[in-house]
Structure formats: structure tokens, C-alpha cells
């Protein structure tokens, strides 16, 4: 027989291995505890407090699985004995399970009820640990109705209290929580900072479970970012940590980011696939945010595939689910989503007037919670309006979209997310940068004249004085040009004369990229890319790249002995495609500097060249749309340029788009 002692520390450990993860054990630890209790005889106050202690710590475990239903009936069943016998900490508990449990299924009213009975209870008895925590919750809740600034509220509350306490695990916690609520406003240089934090604290301490949380919240970033296989990367290190500790409302949260992901990289099958996985979990456990959440991702996916009816049916399922819950970030996205649709000339019940309601109430409630995603609809409707020749209303929400992006996506914000990219590299870079110096130091001239040689000007500055090159720009200019038949043209020339007419043809590209102020960034094989507003900004980025395309499309003669070496019948042309968009710029590779830049709108730019047409160049509506605005701001017509619409298109990854060629009038 265990003695009063040895009961309340089985408890205990149950508690401690459920925080481990192992929330089988925890469960039979304290069904341990309950079994000695019924064999017993014996009714006391402190009796009764160690059976509503394990009983309670049963529901917590069952709670962490995703068993919704019996830890209620658990949590219940524990509070009426803590009330009964007036048992503070037990009730106390109880309330938190119950809390937990009804923001896990949506019932956020409820949950708020529950955790602010924790916290009085907590507060009357002194129990600083408690209140910390119960705090870190009630920002939970918040945090997932939309309220960002009282979620932060909360947080901040109780960091300090755990740092004081000495709560390592409970510090980090907190940390992640106060990322995630910066990450939402698009702070995505606080985000990572706190994540890092934290992270090193959960490696410090050996804390698995929220070690998992905080992959998958970088794994968030690097989505956010559009470096998708590196958010694949994070994503599975998360899932299978989750999966290990069987944490089901984990492990269906990730598997929806990898459905987003794979949806992001084009291959919409796997993107459908994962998002019915994590939907199935979510219905099992009886998460109504959970199932919103994933219904309104399954309606966008539809939306791209495109096939409008089933789009419109899973987004306004989530629709009717968010607004039941109360949740407004969740009804303003399905809002968005289904206004979308409306918009979209290629559907049979496509209507104007309703895609105009749609949006125009998604945008009200953006601004009422302070979304920065406001900025979508803003584009969707400037695009709408545009579509319907209502030339002053698509101006004034196209200039409204480019402000309120201008204003979530600073450039200090992406700098702090790319340098977590080099952290797990973080002592070899220093060891490369330190012989870079030392040679700089010794060689200073010829150092100096090799980075600029092979590097931006202001890049190779930048270098020699230490700094870790890695740059966000909100909105530039990318153009690819591609050699039309240039592998069959090669294979029947001399290396040499193969060599020649590649040095002439991008000696040539340089000249032009260089004359108009745009910055060549490399050449792959007989492709080459460059751009305007980087590494240098600068606001005619779109001008700069269509007068350097104009050039290189027209005044590109070969020399004559170049000429004579092509193979009889062959004809030198060349094909061009432009993009607009947000953009990462940095140093990369291991053992070689090279700057680079890439996003999704890069990506975007190569296929406008490999779906665009010899002597042609080919440019994405964004970047049409763009100049057009520009030209009509400052009355250049840039010597008389039109824009010829194109058929829409299937793109590779990224669906039908709607493009044109860029000619001179």
C-alpha cells in the first residue's frame, strides 16, 4: 500500500511524463493512483484531493492526444469533487483542462470563462507559476480569434513571471507564443527572434514537445518567405516529432502546412492529399477550428485548381464554421476566398456585384482586427475593377494594396528571417568571412578587384567590411533571357566558337543591363538573369528592366566571323520573360561567394521566359499592370511601348495566368 506521500508523487509524475510527451504513461501513472485509492477504505479531504488530482491529470493527457470528449467528462468529473471539498488547486486544474479543451474545439466564450475562474483561483492562493501559465493561455485564446495586440497583452505578462520563477520550459514557451503573435502582424524579424530564443532554450533543456511547435513555426517562416523546400524541411522535422509524441492536433496542424506547402510548390494532388489527412484528425478529435481552418484551405485549393463549385462549397462550410465560433480572421479569409471566386471571368456564375460584397466586407473586418492580409483584397478588388473598365476605382485600390504591402513587408523584418537560414552554418561562415578578411587584410587591392569583378559593387563593398550580406526587397524587377535553340546550335559548333558566341551574346546583355541601371546577377548556361531595384532600390525599377528588354530584344548583331560559325540554317534569336514582386538578395554557397536573388515572383519570371516565344518578350500581368500605372504617373511612354494580351495560359506551379507581350508601338 502507497502511502499518502507516494500517491501525490505518482501524480506528479504524471504530470512531469505528460509534459515529456508520453501521455500514455501519464494515463497510467495516474490510473495507478485511482486503483489504490479504490482499494481503500477511506474518505478524507486529502483523499479526495489526490483522486481529483489524477483524475485531472488523466483528462490532461487525454486532452494533449486530441481525446476531446473524455477529457471533458474527465475535467468535470474532477472540478465537482474539487468544489466539493474545496480543494483550490484541483479546481483550479480543472478549470485549465477545461479551458483548453473548449479552445481546442472552437468554443472560445467558454474557454475565456474557464481560464479567467484559473487564474482568480490561482491569484487567491499565491500560486505565481499558475497564473504565469493560465495567462500564456488566455493570450492562446485571443490569439486565435484574431486579437494579435491582447494576445501580446498576456504574453508579455507572463514572461516575466516565468524568468523570475526560474521556468525554462515555460520561458521558451512564452517566447514562441509572443514570435507567433509578431509573425502575425508580419514582424517577421521579432518572430525569429523570439523563436531563436527559444529554440536554444529547448535544446538546452531537452524539451521535445515544444521544440516540435517552434520547427514547425520556423518552417512557417520560411513559407512565408517562399523558400518552400526549406519550409518542407522544418515541416517534416516538426511532424515526425509530433508524430512520435502522438500529439493528434500537432501532428494534423502539420500535416495542413505540408499540404500549403506542396500547394505553393504546384503539386496540388499532394497538397489535397495532406489537407483530407489533417481534416480526417480534426474531425476525429472534434476540433471545430481545426476542421474551419483546413475546410477554408481545401476551398482555396480548389480555388487554384481550378474548379470554382467545390471551392465555394468547402469555403462557405468554413465560412459558416468561423462565424459560429466567433472567429473574424477565419471569416474574413473565407470572405476573401469566396469573393475570389466571384471574381474570376472563367466561372459560369461569375458576378461582380457579389465578389464586389464578398471583399468589400472581408476588407471591413481586416481592418477592425488589424489583418495585415487587408492588402490581398485591396489587389483582388483593384483587378476587379479593372476587369469591368472602372479605370478610378482599380486605381485607387491598386495604390491602396501597394501601401499597405509597402507597410507589412519592411526590409529590416526579412533581413532577420534570411540569417536563420546560415545558423546551423553559423562557424564555418565565421570561419570563411575571418580568411576573407585576413587575405583582404594582406591583398587588400587585389581582393578587392576580384569581389567586384564577381559581384554588385555595393555587395562587394559590403563584404569587405564583414557583413553578412542577406537582404529583403519589397518590390523589384526580373528579367530571364534564354537563347531560342541554343543546345542544337551548340552541338555543331567548335568549344571555342561556342565559347566565343556565348561571350559576345552576354557581353552584349551586360553592356545593356548595365546602361539602363539594372544589375546582371548570373548566367546558366545560355540562360541569363538580371534585375532592377536591387541590390540598389530604386522606384523605376520597371522602366529600367523594359528599356534594358527593348535593347537587348532588338540591337544584338553578331559580328560576322561569329556568324559564319552557326550552323548552316540556324537562326540567332533570343526570348525574354519579366516579373514583379518581393524578393530575398544574399551571399550563398559554401565554399564559393556568389549573390543571388530569389523568391516565388523569380521563379514566376524564369517561366514567363520558358513559356514565352522567340523574339518576344513576355511579362506577367502583375508587371504589365505595374508599368502601366508607372507610365501613366509620370507621362513616359517609354518611346512608345504596348502591351499585346496573350490567350490565358497554363504555368507550371502556378496555374492559368493571364500574360502579355511587351512590343514597341
Request: aromatic fraction near 10%; hydrophobic fraction near 40%.
Amino acid at each position: 500500500m502507497m502511502t499518502i506521500t507516494e500517491l501525490r508523487d505518482r501524480v506528479k509524475q504524471s504530470d512531469i511524463v505528460a509534459r515529456q510527451g508520453d501521455y500514455a504513461a501519464a494515463e497510467k501513472l495516474a490510473n495507478d493512483v485511482l486503483a489504490e485509492l479504490d482499494s481503500r477504505d477511506e474518505i478524507s479531504p486529502e483523499i479526495m484531493d489526490i483522486r481529483a488530482q489524477a483524475i485531472i491529470a488523466i483528462a490532461w493527457a487525454y486532452e494533449h492526444s486530441g481525446k476531446y470528449n473524455f477529457a471533458l467528462a474527465l475535467a468535470q468529473q474532477g472540478l465537482a469533487i474539487a468544489v466539493e471539498y474545496a480543494l483550490p488547486q484541483a479546481e483550479a486544474k480543472a478549470w485549465n483542462v477545461l479551458g483548453n479543451v473548449n479552445m481546442y474545439r472552437g468554443s472560445y466564450d467558454t474557454a475565456l470563462e474557464c481560464f479567467e475562474k484559473t487564474e482568480a483561483i490561482r491569484a487567491a492562493i499565491g500560486d505565481k507559476a499558475g497564473v504565469a501559465s493560465v495567462k500564456g493561455n488566455i493570450g492562446l485564446v485571443y490569439e486565435r480569434i484574431g486579437r494579435f495586440d491582447k494576445a501580446l497583452e498576456y504574453f508579455n505578462e507572463a514572461l516575466p513571471i516565468h524568468q523570475e520563477l526560474g521556468n525554462k520550459r515555460m520561458e521558451g514557451g512564452t517566447l514562441v507564443n509572443i514570435g507567433s503573435q509578431y509573425s502575425h502582424y508580419g514582424a517577421v524579424e521579432q518572430a525569429l527572434e523570439y523563436y531563436s530564443k527559444a529554440l536554444a532554450i529547448f535544446e538546452e533543456i531537452g524539451e521535445k514537445p515544444f521544440k516540435a511547435n517552434v520547427l514547425g513555426n520556423i518552417g512557417n517562416m520560411y513559407r512565408f518567405l517562399g523558400a518552400y523546400h526549406q519550409a518542407l524541411e522544418y515541416t517534416d522535422k516538426s511532424l515526425a516529432l509530433q508524430e512520435e509524441l502522438g500529439v493528434k492536433f500537432r501532428v494534423a496542424s502539420q500535416l495542413s502546412s505540408k499540404g500549403g506547402i506542396y500547394q505553393l510548390l504546384g503539386d496540388f494532388d499532394k497538397a489535397l492529399e495532406y489537407l483530407v489527412q489533417a481534416l480526417a484528425l480534426h474531425e476525429e478529435m472534434g476540433s471545430k477550428s481545426g476542421i474551419a481552418g483546413v475546410t477554408g484551405n481545401i476551398g482555396y485549393l480548389y480555388r487554384v485548381l481550378p474548379d470554382h463549385s467545390k471551392s465555394l462549397e468547402y469555403s462557405k462550410k468554413a465560412l459558416a464554421l468561423n462565424e459560429e465560433m466567433g472567429y473574424p480572421g477565419g471569416v474574413a479569409q473565407c470572405l476573401d476566398n469566396i469573393g475570389g471566386v466571384y471574381a474570376d471571368r472563367n466561372f459560369e456564375l461569375y458576378d461582380c456585384d457579389l465578389a464586389e460584397e464578398y471583399l468589400l466586407r472581408a476588407i471591413e473586418i481586416f481592418h477592425e482586427i488589424g489583418d495585415h492580409r487587408v492588402y490581398e483584397c485591396y489587389q483582388a478588388l483593384a483587378d476587379l475593377y479593372h476587369n469591368e473598365n472602372r479605370w478610378e476605382e482599380s486605381d485607387r485600390y491598386f495604390r491602396k494594396f501597394y501601401e499597405a504591402e509597402k507597410a507589412v513587408r519592411s526590409e529590416d523584418a526579412k533581413k532577420k528571417a534570411m540569417h536563420i537560414e546560415l545558423q546551423s552554418r553559423a562557424a564555418e561562415r565565421e570561419k570563411e568571412i575571418a580568411i576573407a578578411k585576413a587575405k583582404a587584410d594582406a591583398e587588400m587591392s587585389v581582393t578587392t578587384t576580384l569581389l567586384h569583378k564577381v559581384l554588385p559593387s555595393s555587395i562587394a563593398n559590403r563584404l569587405i567590411k564583414g557583413e553578412k550580406v542577406a537582404d529583403y526587397f519589397q518590390v523589384i524587377s526580373i528579367l530571364f533571357a534564354d537563347i531560342v535553340g541554343f543546345t542544337p546550335i551548340a552541338s555543331k559548333m567548335p568549344a571555342r566558337k561556342v565559347l566565343a558566341f556565348l561571350n559576345y551574346v552576354f557581353g552584349e546583355f551586360d553592356r545593356i543591363i548595365e546602361k539602363h541601371g539594372c544589375e546582371k546577377i548570373k548566367t546558366i548556361g545560355d540562360g541569363y538573369m538580371a534585375v532592377a531595384g536591387a541590390p540598389i532600390e530604386c522606384s523605376d525599377h520597371a522602366e529600367r528592366i523594359a528599356r534594358a528588354a527593348i535593347e537587348m530584344m532588338g540591337d544584338i548583331h553578331l559580328p560576322d566571323d561569329i556568324r559564319a560559325a552557326l550552323p548552316k540554317g540556324a537562326k540567332f534569336s533570343i526570348r525574354i520573360g519579366v516579373n514583379i514582386g518581393p524578393a530575398f538578395g544574399g551571399i550563398v554557397g559554401e565554399n564559393r561567394f556568389v549573390y543571388d536573388i530569389y523568391s516565388d515572383a523569380v521563379n514566376t519570371a524564369a517561366r514567363m521566359e520558358s513559356y514565352g516565344e522567340p523574339n518576344k518578350i513576355h511579362v506577367s500581368e502583375e508587371f504589365a499592370f505595374h508599368l502601366q500605372n508607372r507610365m501613366d504617373m509620370t507621362g513616359d511612354d517609354l518611346g512608345g511601348i504596348i502591351f499585346e494580351e496573350r490567350d490565358e495560359i497554363e504555368i507550371k506551379g502556378k496555374g492559368i495566368m493571364k500574360t502579355y507581350f511587351l512590343e514597341k508601338a
